[in-house]
Protein backbone atom coordinates (compact mmCIF):
# COMPACT_ATOMS: atom_id res chain seq x y z
CA UNK A 1 0.00 0.00 0.00
CA UNK A 2 1.38 3.28 -0.79
CA UNK A 3 0.26 6.57 1.16
CA UNK A 4 1.21 9.99 1.55
CA UNK A 5 1.78 11.87 4.62
CA UNK A 6 -1.32 14.50 5.48
CA UNK A 7 -1.17 18.05 4.51
CA UNK A 8 0.92 17.23 1.05
CA UNK A 9 -2.18 17.10 -1.36
CA UNK A 10 -2.96 20.84 -0.43
CA UNK A 11 -0.92 23.88 -0.61
CA UNK A 12 1.25 24.58 2.70
CA UNK A 13 -0.90 26.30 5.89
CA UNK A 14 1.33 29.45 7.00
CA UNK A 15 4.48 28.38 5.45
CA UNK A 16 4.72 25.04 7.29
CA UNK A 17 6.11 21.80 5.38
CA UNK A 18 3.99 19.56 6.76
CA UNK A 19 1.62 20.42 9.60
CA UNK A 20 -2.05 19.75 9.94
CA UNK A 21 -4.46 21.43 7.20
CA UNK A 22 -6.93 22.89 9.17
CA UNK A 23 -8.58 24.51 6.26
CA UNK A 24 -8.61 21.56 3.80
CA UNK A 25 -8.00 18.28 5.61
CA UNK A 26 -11.51 16.98 4.06
CA UNK A 27 -10.07 18.02 0.05
CA UNK A 28 -7.07 15.28 0.42
CA UNK A 29 -9.27 12.52 0.27
CA UNK A 30 -10.81 12.74 -3.28
CA UNK A 31 -7.10 14.08 -4.07
CA UNK A 32 -5.34 11.11 -2.88
CA UNK A 33 -7.58 8.91 -5.28
CA UNK A 34 -6.99 11.01 -7.98
CA UNK A 35 -3.77 10.27 -7.69
CA UNK A 36 -3.95 6.77 -7.16
CA UNK A 37 -2.94 6.79 -3.50
CA UNK A 38 -4.00 4.08 -0.77
CA UNK A 39 -4.13 5.80 1.95
CA UNK A 40 -3.30 8.88 4.10
CA UNK A 41 -1.34 8.68 7.09
CA UNK A 42 -2.80 11.45 9.40
CA UNK A 43 -1.19 14.17 11.66
CA UNK A 44 -1.67 15.24 15.06
CA UNK A 45 0.14 17.88 15.98
CA UNK A 46 0.23 21.37 17.74
CA UNK A 47 -1.04 23.28 14.65
CA UNK A 48 -4.25 20.91 14.16
CA UNK A 49 -5.21 21.38 18.24
CA UNK A 50 -8.50 22.34 18.16
CA UNK A 51 -9.44 22.18 13.95
CA UNK A 52 -8.23 18.43 14.18
CA UNK A 53 -11.82 16.35 13.58
CA UNK A 54 -9.31 13.25 15.42
CA UNK A 55 -10.03 15.09 18.54
CA UNK A 56 -14.11 14.18 18.72
CA UNK A 57 -16.38 11.59 17.71
CA UNK A 58 -18.18 13.58 15.06
CA UNK A 59 -15.22 14.66 13.44
CA UNK A 60 -13.98 10.98 13.69
CA UNK A 61 -17.10 9.62 12.14
CA UNK A 62 -16.95 12.26 8.73
CA UNK A 63 -12.89 10.65 8.47
CA UNK A 64 -14.70 7.31 8.26
CA UNK A 65 -17.11 7.99 5.66
CA UNK A 66 -14.99 10.24 3.52
CA UNK A 67 -12.47 7.43 3.69
CA UNK A 68 -15.29 5.32 2.67
CA UNK A 69 -16.24 7.21 0.11
CA UNK A 70 -13.21 7.53 -1.41
CA UNK A 71 -11.82 4.35 -0.51
CA UNK A 72 -8.64 5.67 0.65
CA UNK A 73 -7.53 4.10 4.15
CA UNK A 74 -6.42 5.73 6.89
CA UNK A 75 -4.27 3.49 8.94
CA UNK A 76 -1.23 5.49 10.89
CA UNK A 77 -1.11 8.58 12.93
CA UNK A 78 2.05 10.95 12.92
CA UNK A 79 2.27 12.43 16.36
CA UNK A 80 3.83 15.37 15.58
CA UNK A 81 2.11 16.78 18.75
CA UNK A 82 5.18 14.77 20.61
CA UNK A 83 8.05 16.57 19.12
CA UNK A 84 6.91 19.54 20.78
CA UNK A 85 5.87 17.54 23.81
CA UNK A 86 8.56 14.90 24.13
CA UNK A 87 8.71 12.55 26.76
CA UNK A 88 12.29 13.35 27.22
CA UNK A 89 13.89 16.42 28.94
CA UNK A 90 10.69 16.75 30.81
CA UNK A 91 9.92 17.07 34.36
CA UNK A 92 7.64 14.23 35.94
CA UNK A 93 4.39 16.58 35.74
CA UNK A 94 4.90 17.10 32.39
CA UNK A 95 5.79 13.52 31.21
CA UNK A 96 2.76 12.63 33.24
CA UNK A 97 0.41 14.82 31.10
CA UNK A 98 1.85 13.89 27.88
CA UNK A 99 1.33 9.99 28.60
CA UNK A 100 -2.31 11.18 29.19
CA UNK A 101 -2.39 12.38 25.81
CA UNK A 102 -0.87 9.63 24.36
CA UNK A 103 -3.78 7.24 25.89
CA UNK A 104 -6.34 9.92 24.84
CA UNK A 105 -4.99 9.76 21.22
CA UNK A 106 -4.35 5.76 20.88
CA UNK A 107 -8.47 5.16 21.96
CA UNK A 108 -9.42 7.95 19.29
CA UNK A 109 -6.89 6.68 16.34
CA UNK A 110 -8.38 2.90 17.39
CA UNK A 111 -12.07 4.48 16.67
CA UNK A 112 -11.25 5.26 13.08
CA UNK A 113 -9.42 1.94 12.48
CA UNK A 114 -5.94 3.18 12.74
CA UNK A 115 -3.66 0.19 13.62
CA UNK A 116 -0.13 2.00 13.81
CA UNK A 117 1.17 5.51 15.55
CA UNK A 118 4.11 6.60 14.26
CA UNK A 119 5.67 8.40 16.84
CA UNK A 120 8.83 10.84 16.73
CA UNK A 121 12.31 10.96 19.08
CA UNK A 122 13.93 13.63 16.23
CA UNK A 123 15.29 17.06 16.71
CA UNK A 124 13.88 18.55 19.99
CA UNK A 125 12.54 14.98 21.10
CA UNK A 126 15.66 13.24 20.37
CA UNK A 127 17.19 11.02 22.27
CA UNK A 128 20.31 11.91 23.09
CA UNK A 129 21.96 10.41 26.01
CA UNK A 130 21.48 7.93 28.40
CA UNK A 131 18.80 9.51 30.69
CA UNK A 132 16.61 10.27 27.40
CA UNK A 133 16.54 6.60 26.61
CA UNK A 134 15.81 5.73 30.43
CA UNK A 135 12.43 8.28 30.23
CA UNK A 136 11.21 6.99 26.37
CA UNK A 137 11.40 3.30 27.46
CA UNK A 138 9.74 4.16 30.60
CA UNK A 139 6.84 6.24 28.82
CA UNK A 140 6.94 3.50 25.92
CA UNK A 141 6.13 0.77 28.49
CA UNK A 142 3.41 2.65 30.10
CA UNK A 143 1.62 3.53 27.08
CA UNK A 144 2.05 0.08 26.11
CA UNK A 145 -1.03 -1.44 27.95
CA UNK A 146 -3.35 0.93 25.99
CA UNK A 147 -1.92 0.29 22.97
CA UNK A 148 -2.18 -3.54 22.79
CA UNK A 149 -6.14 -3.13 24.00
CA UNK A 150 -7.07 -1.00 21.08
CA UNK A 151 -4.71 -3.10 18.16
CA UNK A 152 -2.49 -0.03 17.75
CA UNK A 153 1.47 -0.55 17.61
CA UNK A 154 3.41 1.95 18.22
CA UNK A 155 6.51 3.18 15.61
CA UNK A 156 9.75 4.56 16.91
CA UNK A 157 11.12 7.11 14.43
CA UNK A 158 14.46 8.35 15.93
CA UNK A 159 17.86 10.06 14.76
CA UNK A 160 19.75 6.99 17.02
CA UNK A 161 22.75 5.33 14.87
CA UNK A 162 21.83 1.58 13.87
CA UNK A 163 23.41 0.25 17.23
CA UNK A 164 21.97 2.98 19.15
CA UNK A 165 18.66 1.84 17.66
CA UNK A 166 19.13 -1.70 18.17
CA UNK A 167 20.13 -1.25 22.01
CA UNK A 168 16.97 0.69 22.84
CA UNK A 169 14.67 -1.76 20.62
CA UNK A 170 15.95 -4.69 22.65
CA UNK A 171 14.75 -2.93 25.61
CA UNK A 172 11.43 -3.08 24.35
CA UNK A 173 11.06 -6.20 23.13
CA UNK A 174 6.90 -5.97 23.28
CA UNK A 175 5.83 -7.00 19.02
CA UNK A 176 3.42 -3.63 19.61
CA UNK A 177 6.82 -1.35 19.33
CA UNK A 178 8.27 -1.49 15.62
CA UNK A 179 10.36 0.82 13.69
CA UNK A 180 9.40 3.85 11.01
CA UNK A 181 12.05 3.62 8.85
CA UNK A 182 12.92 7.07 7.01
CA UNK A 183 14.56 6.96 4.15
CA UNK A 184 15.61 10.78 4.38
CA UNK A 185 16.52 10.98 7.53
CA UNK A 186 18.55 8.02 6.89
CA UNK A 187 20.51 9.78 4.10
CA UNK A 188 20.52 12.98 5.99
CA UNK A 189 22.70 11.53 8.79
CA UNK A 190 24.82 9.46 6.47
CA UNK A 191 23.64 6.00 7.45
CA UNK A 192 23.64 3.22 5.23
CA UNK A 193 20.27 0.82 4.83
CA UNK A 194 22.34 -2.19 4.91
CA UNK A 195 23.64 -1.29 8.56
CA UNK A 196 20.78 -0.09 9.44
CA UNK A 197 18.65 -3.27 8.54
CA UNK A 198 21.17 -5.89 9.87
CA UNK A 199 20.53 -4.60 13.30
CA UNK A 200 16.90 -4.19 13.38
CA UNK A 201 15.24 -4.55 9.72
CA UNK A 202 13.43 -7.36 11.27
CA UNK A 203 11.50 -4.79 13.33
CA UNK A 204 10.66 -2.57 10.59
CA UNK A 205 7.10 -1.80 10.25
CA UNK A 206 6.19 1.34 7.76
CA UNK A 207 8.50 3.01 5.78
CA UNK A 208 8.31 6.92 5.14
CA UNK A 209 9.82 7.74 1.88
CA UNK A 210 11.80 10.94 1.39
CA UNK A 211 15.31 11.75 -0.01
CA UNK A 212 17.97 14.13 1.87
CA UNK A 213 21.11 15.51 0.87
CA UNK A 214 23.82 14.48 4.15
CA UNK A 215 23.62 16.86 6.32
CA UNK A 216 20.97 18.83 4.35
CA UNK A 217 17.21 19.48 3.63
CA UNK A 218 14.64 17.03 1.96
CA UNK A 219 14.94 17.49 -1.51
CA UNK A 220 12.99 15.78 -4.68
CA UNK A 221 13.17 12.23 -4.69
CA UNK A 222 16.34 10.92 -6.25
CA UNK A 223 18.14 13.98 -6.23
CA UNK A 224 19.57 13.65 -2.04
CA UNK A 225 21.73 11.08 -0.89
CA UNK A 226 18.90 8.33 -0.10
CA UNK A 227 20.05 4.61 -1.57
CA UNK A 228 16.99 3.54 -2.25
CA UNK A 229 18.12 0.57 -4.32
CA UNK A 230 19.56 -0.64 -1.33
CA UNK A 231 16.62 0.57 1.12
CA UNK A 232 14.67 -1.60 -1.47
CA UNK A 233 16.78 -4.41 -1.55
CA UNK A 234 17.17 -4.39 2.33
CA UNK A 235 13.21 -4.79 2.56
CA UNK A 236 13.20 -7.37 -0.15
CA UNK A 237 15.23 -9.59 2.24
CA UNK A 238 12.96 -9.29 5.63
CA UNK A 239 9.97 -9.58 3.53
CA UNK A 240 8.69 -6.07 4.41
CA UNK A 241 4.89 -6.27 3.58
CA UNK A 242 3.74 -2.59 5.31
CA UNK A 243 2.84 0.38 4.10
CA UNK A 244 5.09 3.34 2.03
CA UNK A 245 3.80 6.86 3.28
CA UNK A 246 5.26 9.75 0.97
CA UNK A 247 7.21 12.22 3.13
CA UNK A 248 8.66 13.61 0.03
CA UNK A 249 9.52 17.23 -1.03
CA UNK A 250 6.70 20.15 -2.18
CA UNK A 251 6.83 20.22 -5.93
CA UNK A 252 4.98 22.99 -7.42
CA UNK A 253 1.79 25.14 -5.50
CA UNK A 254 -0.92 23.90 -6.94
CA UNK A 255 0.25 20.92 -8.39
CA UNK A 256 -0.28 18.40 -5.72
CA UNK A 257 -1.84 15.79 -6.80
CA UNK A 258 0.48 15.63 -10.12
CA UNK A 259 3.75 15.50 -7.95
CA UNK A 260 1.89 12.97 -5.88
CA UNK A 261 1.50 10.78 -8.45
CA UNK A 262 4.71 11.28 -9.80
CA UNK A 263 6.28 9.98 -6.63
CA UNK A 264 3.99 7.11 -6.04
CA UNK A 265 5.46 6.29 -9.75
CA UNK A 266 8.73 6.38 -8.16
CA UNK A 267 8.27 3.78 -5.38
CA UNK A 268 6.39 1.45 -7.65
CA UNK A 269 9.40 1.24 -9.79
CA UNK A 270 11.27 -0.06 -7.03
CA UNK A 271 8.48 -2.27 -5.96
CA UNK A 272 8.71 -4.18 -9.20
Avoid at 31 to 47: K, Q, R, S
Amino acid sequence: MIGIMQGRLVPPEAGRIQAFPRERWAAEFPAAAEAGLDAIEWVYDTYGLGSNPLETDPGALSIQQLSARHRVAVRSVCADYFMDFAFVCASDAEREERLERLDWLLRQAACIGVTRMVLPFVDQSAIRDAADQDAAVEALQRALPTAEARGVELHLETSLTPDGFAALLSRLPHPFIKVNYDSGNSSSLGYRPAEEFAAYGKRVGSVHIKDRVCGGGTVPLGEGDADFPALFAALRRVAYRGDFILQVARGPEGDEVAWARKNRAFVEHYLK
